[in-house]
């Protein structure tokens, strides 16, 4: 293991990690709390500018939400999209941001991201190991706004060889293996169609092959996937650029306290496997603790649906449980509690992994394909299926009376399935006998049956289909309007037609999976500057405290204006509090 890293068992304290004489409080420059994107993009820059940075990480692994993550970032006119000759001018962006976040719209906050967020992807793809991929044929969610774009506005973090880890490899997070194939992850786009269309084009087949056969290789050699798309990739070249810049590493040790002197923050204390060791920050300290999505207590507070704080099934890892905003609100800092939705909202499904915990499997991508409905327990449709997670959630919990649970069913049938998947459950040519068996899937030979199976009123649901599947083969959605947006369309299949969003839901066996309210992450953060630093409540700076990430209250105002809106901020404003923070310390 690299000794830049130290972690849970047998290794140095901190002390030593640090730089420290014995007997006096380890030192660094920057020490940042958190090893998502948010904060290896503070710690790349900060150290890239010549300052000693040690990051913190409460879990055992690097990465947090981050690796399990799309890799997706938001950043108009980034350089991927001008290099393909798709420019646009910075107003066009602020028009589409102003018209979805209306009396949200922060235009100090707003302008450092659009005019930073082109300079942070220069700046990661020329100095560092981070490489992104572009997404230039990717729409933005609400199509109908003034200033959406149909593409151009993407990139994610480009495929990467484990393998350029070296040992380090071994410490970064992975994703669940539900959330694989067979622990191979798979990249969103082109790679997913190829491995959905290996049945049917020898291109297709040759593409999944090639990839499965050095995914065996990996697993003999390596005893793991090495192949990393995504969210995985993104982490591990960030990760990969920390350790080439000679970042310091302290896993399994959460920051329990900020030490704060006369008003500034000075260091913060580090509850390590040999105990509580106090570290100095000379520059600052920066909050990158990922939000709240497993603190009850914030989510009783933030979340509308979640009375008691229970009712929310989070997708993100579950040591993001609010430390940041809480060392953030002892240091004089405030949360904003002022968004329009507190947290990222995506609908997840529960399944029971093979090890016994419970996954929160969120459904990003089947739902717009073709021959697939939602629908509460009366069986009747409640939103535009193909629209946002975020979108469809609001309509999810909008459709719920009063007290009532805010449940619904994704319902299909085998022909769908064995073509998409449904939630967890993957295509053809995976079984399905597990996912019935724990009861993840729910199936039955009639509509009527599955209906009964699930809870749903048996007349509702055939009423449903019977109107929906006479509408899906004219391609149109008189209801919702599915298919009506270039997101719609692109969350469908491209080869089906007349809609590529809409199609019937036919001949059994018919599949359900039962979806809950759950989330990506979280918005509600710490009232921040556009520089990143920490507001107090009197609305100045707090001297040495940063957040960035879901730390940080997000800039969208609590809208989802389009995929990318978390780690593309997140990148952003880390590279800006790196920056600030170089300055302060040349200057
Ligand atoms: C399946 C999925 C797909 C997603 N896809 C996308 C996408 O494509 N694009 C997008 O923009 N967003 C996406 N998101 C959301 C995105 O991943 C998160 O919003 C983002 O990763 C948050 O980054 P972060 O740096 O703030 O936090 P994280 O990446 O979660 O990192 C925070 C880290 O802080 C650590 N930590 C917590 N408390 C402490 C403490 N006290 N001391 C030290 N360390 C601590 C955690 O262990 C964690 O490692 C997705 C989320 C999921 C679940």
């Known amino acids: 293991m690299t000794d830049r890293v130290q972690g849970t068992s047998g290794a140095a304290g901190a002390g030593a990690g640090a730089g420290a004489a014995p007997g006096t409080a380890?030192?660094?420059?920057?020490?940042?709390?958190?090893?998502?994107?948010?904060?290896?993009?503070?710690?790349?820059?900060?150290?890239?500018?010549?300052?000693?940075?040690?990051?913190?990480?409460?879990?055992?692994?690097?990465?947090?939400?981050?690796?399990?993550?799309?890799?997706?970032?938001?950043?108009?006119?980034?350089?991927?999209?001008?290099?393909?000759?798709?420019?646009?001018?910075?107003?066009?962006?602020?028009?589409y941001l102003r018209a979805i976040l209306g009396n949200r719209y922060d235009a100090g906050r707003i302008d450092a991201f659009l005019e930073n967020g082109p300079r942070m992807v220069s700046f990661f793809e020329e100095n560092t190991a981070v490489r992104f991929v572009a997404g230039n044929a990717v729409p933005d969610f609400d199509g109908d706004a003034p200033g959406a774009a149909t593409g151009g506005r993407s990139v994610c973090g480009a495929p990467y060889d484990g393998r350029e880890l070296g040992e380090a490899v071994a410490l970064l997070r992975r994703p669940p293996a539900e959330m694989t194939l067979m622990g191979m992850g798979i990249a969103s786009g082109a790679d997913l169609w190829h491995f959905l269309n290996a049945r049917r084009s020898l291109r297709s087949a040759l593409h999944a092959g090639r990839r499965l056969a050095r995914h065996a290789v990996d697993l003999v050699r390596h005893g793991r996937a090495m192949q990393l798309v995504n969210g995985e990739a993104l982490a591990g070249r960030l990760l990969k650029s920390a350790l080439d810049l000679k970042v310091r590493f302290r896993t399994g040790s959460p920051v329990v306290r900020l030490i704060v002197e006369e008003g500034a923050v000075r260091g913060a204390v580090l509850r390590t496997p040999d105990g509580d060791v106090a570290v100095r920050a000379r520059r600052g300290v920066v909050l990158a603790a990922g939000g709240f999505p497993h603190d009850p207590e914030r989510r009783r507070e933030l979340f509308g649906h979640a009375p008691t704080g229970a009712e929310h099934w989070s997708a993100a890892p579950p040591d993001n449980s609010g430390d940041g905003l809480r060392l953030g609100e002892s240091a004089g800092a405030e949360v904003d509690r002022g968004l329009r939705d507190a947290g990222?909202?995506?609908?997840?499904?529960?399944?029971?992994?093979?090890?016994?915990?419970?996954?929160?499997?969120?459904?990003?991508?089947?739902?717009?394909?073709?021959?697939?409905?939602?629908?509460?327990?009366?069986?009747?449709?409640?939103?535009?299926?193909?629209?946002?997670?975020?979108?469809?959630?609001?309509?999810?919990?909008?459709?719920?009376?009063?007290?009532?649970?805010?449940?619904?069913?994704?319902v299909c049938d085998h022909r769908f399935q064995r073509r998409y998947g449904l939630g967890a459950s993957k295509p053809f040519p995976v079984p399905l006998g597990r996912y019935r068996?724990?009861?993840?899937?729910?199936?039955?030979?009639?509509?009527?049956?599955?209906?009964?199976?699930?809870?749903?009123?048996?007349?509702?649901?055939?009423?449903?289909?019977?109107?929906?599947?006479?509408?899906?083969?004219?391609?149109?959605?008189?209801?919702?309007?599915?298919?009506?947006?270039?997101?719609?369309?692109?969350?469908?299949?491209?080869?089906?037609?007349?809609?590529?969003?809409?199609?019937?839901?036919?001949?059994?066996?018919?599949?359900?999976?039962?979806?809950?309210?759950?989330?990506?992450?979280?918005?509600?953060?710490?009232?921040?500057?556009?520089?990143?630093?920490?507001?107090?409540?009197?609305?100045?700076?707090?001297?040495?405290?940063?957040?960035?990430?879901n730390d940080m209250a997000s800039v969208m105002g609590g809208h989802y204006p389009s995929g990318g809106i978390t780690l593309g901020p997140a990148m952003t404003f880390g590279y800006l509090a790196g920056l600030d923070l170089a300055r302060k310390a040349a200057g």
């Open 344 to 410: 990222a909202w995506a609908p997840v499904s529960r399944l029971v992994q093979r090890d016994g915990s419970v996954l929160h499997f969120p459904h990003l991508i089947d739902r717009g394909k073709p021959g697939l409905i939602a629908v509460t327990a009366a069986g009747r449709r409640f939103a535009n299926e193909a629209n946002s997670y975020h979108a469809f959630m609001r309509d999810l919990l909008a459709a719920v009376g009063p007290g009532e649970e805010a449940a619904a069913w994704l």
């Open 26 to 95: 380890p030192v660094c420059d920057v020490l940042v709390v958190g090893s998502g994107a948010g904060g290896l993009s503070v710690a790349v820059t900060a150290a890239w500018h010549g300052l000693d940075v040690l990051v913190a990480e409460k879990a055992p692994k690097l990465g947090g939400t981050t690796a399990w993550s799309g890799g997706w970032l938001w950043i108009p006119r980034n350089p991927l999209a001008e290099a393909a000759g798709i420019r646009e001018d910075v107003e066009e962006p602020r028009r």
């Open 437 to 549: 068996r724990n009861g993840y899937l729910v199936s039955a030979p009639t509509l009527e049956e599955l209906a009964r199976r699930c809870g749903i009123d048996p007349a509702g649901l055939a009423a449903t289909v019977e109107a929906f599947n006479r509408d899906a083969r004219a391609g149109r959605d008189p209801a919702f309007g599915r298919g009506g947006t270039p997101y719609n369309r692109v969350s469908g299949d491209p080869g089906h037609g007349p809609n590529p969003t809409l199609g019937p839901i036919e001949r059994g066996p018919f599949h359900a999976v039962r979806i809950l309210p759950g989330s990506l992450g979280t918005f509600a953060g710490l009232k921040t500057d556009a520089a990143a630093r920490v507001l107090g409540r009197d609305g100045r700076p707090i001297a040495g405290l940063y957040a960035t990430g």
